[in-house]
């Protein structure tokens, strides 16, 4: 058996650097991710006056209740999502201050117009510079009185958890009814780490009531990335091997660790500790046909190994993967038919079909999920390359190093 230690998880680091930011005093995060996405987030947290200190495996943030230390500042948000989006609503409850948001080209691409048309429901002046719901922006700050919103979270859910965050500090609170949500255990996650924050959010099926207070600084650890555990279980399962993760057990706040559940019905076996999670497997797989809109970002796991199964695998419900780093849908199925196996699309769905991947260089589009997902496909095809091996980087810079010492393992 390989014991497999995962690095801390991306969402959570990205809501406790924000839940951190908010609070009254200063919080210390145990063994949070250490990537170029994160990086970005305290990065961004230090261009706005925030104290942030970064030892190996803690990270200390000074809370300001109060908001940004600085009136001005402009902020490069990289390529992360959960920047772009969480740091420019921190920023709307400044009582004064004019902040603006920048972010790549790939970032510029990505939509958050849902969540700035409900900040300026909440009478936040923010203004885009180029296309409309698009970086750049510019929010000129003076505080959120708060009240009732609606909000459309079917394209992400980041929209809804960026404004649970910010409830508790407005001066009343919010109300939001939300019509549409995708990856909706991402919103519980926001709810339980609110609640670690001092924070008890009301949910009453898809309206949730967040209360005014503030947050109080805690010390919080931060679990193993399940989406990134998917790649090591997977390749168990592809590979007839045994792999357990530590730190995703039965506790385990992420609702991606429910890719084990897909891997089970794929014939492979799955046990699920207190401590941890043991895949087994002896390398066959059946096909299937899954949902996962609730755990989209493993949908490029499954489809790299799906050629592998017996029968056909088929994705249904994850059109929000085409609004990703880059159209992870369509990115899936054209690098698999380059590698010679017959894949159909839909708006919303994959399907993949048994064959026998040839090896071929593998169309990144920059997207870290792309490489990491074909990175298990290619245990079984050497000879697979990438156009841009590096842009693991922005969830785990050691990918390609821990990933070949765990394919070692097994050729030994």
């Known amino acids: 058996m390989t014991v497999i230690h995962i690095p801390g998880s991306k969402s959570v680091t990205a809501r406790a650097l924000f839940l951190a930011a908010a609070a009254n005093g200063t919080s210390t995060l145990l063994r949070p991710l250490s990537s170029d996405d994160t990086e970005g987030f305290a990065e961004g947290l230090t261009r706005l006056g925030y104290g942030v200190t970064r030892e190996p495996d803690r990270w200390h943030i000074e809370g300001r209740p109060d908001g940004p230390a600085v009136t001005e500042a402009e902020v490069h948000c990289r390529d992360g999502a959960t920047t772009a989006r969480f740091l420019p609503t921190l920023a709307a409850a400044a009582p004064r201050g004019t902040y603006r948001f920048d972010a790549s080209a790939q970032m510029r691409r990505r939509p958050l117009g849902p969540l700035t048309e409900a900040l300026r429901a909440l009478g936040v002046d923010l203004r885009h510079e180029g296309a409309e719901g698009h970086h750049p922006l510019t929010v000129r700050a003076s505080g959120v009185k708060g009240g009732e919103l609606t909000l459309d979270a079917g394209e992400s859910s980041q929209y809804l958890t960026a404004l649970l965050m910010l409830g508790p500090l407005t001066a009343e609170g919010l109300r939001i009814h939300v019509t549409e949500l995708v990856s909706a255990p991402y919103v519980e996650i926001t709810l339980a780490m609110m609640r670690s924050f001092g924070v008890d959010v009301v949910r009453e099926g898809n309206t949730f009531t967040v209360p005014p207070g503030g947050y109080r600084a805690t010390t919080y650890a931060v679990e193993p990335d399940a989406s990134t555990a998917s790649y090591f279980f997977a390749a168990a399962a592809l590979t007839g091997r045994e792999v357990t993760v530590l730190g995703l057990g039965t506790g385990a706040l992420q609702g991606d660790l429910r890719f084990t559940d897909v891997l089970r019905r794929m014939g492979v076996e799955v046990t699920t500790t207190d401590t ?44 929000n993967t085409r609004v990703k780093e880059c159209d992870r849908l369509e990115a899936c199925a054209r690098n ?77």
């Open 336 to 412: 698999l038919r380059a590698m010679g196996v017959t894949v159909h699309t839909g708006p919303d769905w994959i399907e993949i079909h048994p064959g026998t991947p040839r090896p071929a260089e593998i169309t990144t589009s920059g997207d870290h999920r792309i490489v990491m997902s074909f990175a298990v496909a290619a245990l079984r095809v050497p000879g697979v390359t990438y156009d841009d091996p590096g842009c693991v980087r922005k969830t785990f810079p050691e990918f390609h190093e821990v990933f070949a010492r765990f394919a070692a393992e097994g050729a030994g």
């Open 276 to 319: 941890g999670t043991t895949v087994r497997s002896t390398g066959a797989l059946s096909g299937l046909t899954v949902n996962m809109r609730d755990i989209s970002d493993t949908m490029p796991t499954l489809a790299a190994v799906a050629p592998f199964a017996s029968s056909p695998v088929r994705i249904e419900d994850v059109a």
